[in-house]
């Protein structure tokens, strides 16, 4: 009887752990949702691509620039002036709110763009590329405005909302803007937009880190504990 109870504890173990293997571990093209008590899972992780998938009412939003992200979570949103107005450089460019912290930033040239809203941050981002579950990238590229040099393929962030409420993260080292939305669209994202791109464009998840090493403009999500 006790060795037959050995082996039922030792198959039911092996089964969960295949269980949350399947969830965690990066490569599954379709991922079921997970259930409301995952709050965080890297659902893709190699190289040239990291996915991720969080619960935003369990992380504590907030702004970093010019600093590394102490969150569990980090991801840069939009750019930081470079041009020739000594005056302005540095300054983030686009609507970024903490709250009612207000920051001093420099507008779009060619008019406001999309807005996303992670609790109390906003944050003007670069093109809206999933509406509605399809991918949108042609159009919003048009809509906002953006020259031909910024649609080409490159390092790219992208983050998208899912109908149940999830955020998707995408990172990618060499990618357009249609091929991020057609990587949030494989997450079942309905509404997603295109953050930073080039060089700039970072990712933390844990000690794990794409693209620039210091970001300019951040979020950082930080995991609720207690």
Same mark, same amino acid.
């Given at each position: ?6 082996? &039922? =504890? ?21 991922? /079921?949702?997970?259930?409301?008590? !995952?709050?965080?899972? +890297? ?7 990291? #996915?991720? !998938?969080?619960?935003?009412?369990? =992380?504590?939003? /907030?702004?970093?620039?010019? *600093? ?11 750019? &930081? ?7 302005? @450089?540095?300054?983030?460019?686009? #609507? ?18 999309? +807005? ?7 944050? %003007?981002?670069?093109?809206?590329? #999933?509406?509605? *579950?399809?991918?949108?990238?042609? !159009?919003?590229?048009? %809509? ?10 490159? !390092? @790219? ?11 998707? +993260? ?11 939305? %057609?990587?949030?669209?494989?997450? @079942? ?29 951040? #979020? /950082?999500?930080?995991? @609720?504990? *207690?």
């Amino acid at each position: 009887r006790g060795s037959a109870m050995t082996a &039922s =504890f030792l198959l039911r173990s092996f089964l969960w752990l295949l269980a949350a293997a399947s969830v965690v571990a990066g490569g599954a093209d379709m991922p /079921s949702e997970p259930k409301p008590v !995952q709050h965080f899972a +890297i659902l893709v992780h190699t190289t040239n691509t990291v #996915v991720v !998938q969080i619960n935003p009412a369990a =992380f504590e939003p /907030s702004v970093v620039l010019h *600093g590394k992200p102490a969150g569990d979570v980090a991801f840069n949103t939009n750019y &930081s002036y470079v041009g020739p107005n000594p005056f302005y @450089r540095g300054w983030p460019i686009g #609507v970024l709110k903490d709250g009612a912290k207000v920051y001093r930033t420099v507008k779009h040239k060619k008019g406001p763009r999309p +807005i996303l809203k992670i609790g109390a941050v906003e944050c %003007e981002v670069a093109p809206l590329i #999933v509406k509605d *579950g399809k991918n949108y990238a042609a !159009q919003g590229i048009v %809509e906002s405005k953006l020259p031909a040099d910024a649609t080409r393929a490159a !390092q @790219r962030v992208g983050a998208g909302w899912t109908k149940a409420g999830k955020l998707i +993260i995408v990172y990618g080292s060499e990618i357009s803007l249609r091929g991020l939305a %057609e990587w949030l669209l494989r997450y @079942r994202v309905v509404e997603g937009y295109a953050m930073d791109g080039g060089h700039s464009a970072y990712l933390k998840v844990g000690t794990l880190v794409r693209g620039y090493p210091i970001p300019k403009v951040a #979020v /950082s999500l930080k995991l @609720r504990r *207690g």
